[in-house]
């Protein structure tokens, strides 16, 4: 048996639909990942099969294959943990694979079973939508995830269990509100540090693009001051 799970491969601010097959066939025991994977996505793996072990789910001692099609499309990111998982739990029989046929899936997973948040939210419930699916992502996603249209079917989990138990109607899920972060009163400001264009440049790339940063000097409160903008800026 082959399940399929709907997810998405990010691509700027959009999100293009990925379908991720799982088969549980006799042969060699373990698990291997296919279709243009990176680092983040072949590592899935072992966050899959912990998770699912901490879930109460015994893998079978069988061959299980993913492939993430089109095979041509790289992916990248944790997001692929969940609809993975979900395509085993859909192959093994433990949650309906036709109640997730309606759904685009993302999320990472914890090795405890529980779902961790991801960028992108957003953009994969768009997606989502215009393919006439709603969205299954993490419990911290789903308020980013709600503003993309009150006709859009949101779930959103805290763990596997938790997801397991909504399609079996025992924990049934609520639809997560929009909303935005509430910020502090005070707010670190760019403009409250004198001089220092380039550095202050770099910081709004850097919080900008969601690249990495790495500064070097003295410890003062200027640099602090700077560093504390750009964590606020990149959140």
């Known amino acids: 048996m ?6 998405v491969a990010f691509q700027g601010i959009e999100g293009v639909p990925v379908d991720v097959q799982v088969m549980v066939a006799p042969g060699k025991v373990g698990m291997q990942i296919v279709g243009l994977p990176d680092k983040a996505v072949a590592e899935s793996r072992e966050r899959v099969q912990a998770a699912l072990h901490a879930s109460g789910l015994a893998l079978p001692p069988k061959r299980v294959t993913v492939n993430l099609a089109p095979a041509d499309l790289p992916k990248e990111g944790s997001h ?6 979900l395509g085993l739990m859909a192959a093994l029989g433990a949650v309906p ?14 090795l ?14 768009i997606g989502a939508n215009a393919l006439g699916k709603g969205l299954i992502c993490p419990a911290e996603s789903g308020a980013e995830a709600a503003w993309a249209g009150a006709d859009v079917d949101i779930l959103a989990p805290r763990s596997l269990i938790a997801l397991a138990n909504h399609f079996r109607g025992t924990q049934v899920l609520s639809r997560p509100e929009p909303a935005i972060r509430s910020n502090p009163a005070n707010l670190p400001d760019l403009a409250d540090i004198k001089g220092q264009e380039s550095a ?29 903008d750009r964590d606020y800026a990149s959140q």
Do not use: M, Q, W
């Open 80 to 85: 692929f943990d969940l609809p993975i998982a």
């Open 97 to 110: 694979a036709d109640a997730l046929a309606s759904y685009v899936v993302i999320g990472e997973l914890n």
């Open 112 to 125: 405890d079973g529980t779902i961790a948040a991801v960028a992108g939210a957003l953009p994969a419930a």
């Open 200 to 228: 202050k440049r770099a910081l709004e790339v850097a919080a900008a693009g969601g690249h990495n940063l790495l500064t070097l000097c003295y410890i003062n409160s200027r640099r602090n001051l700077a560093g504390d």
């Open 2 to 7: 082959v399940a399929r799970i709907s997810t």
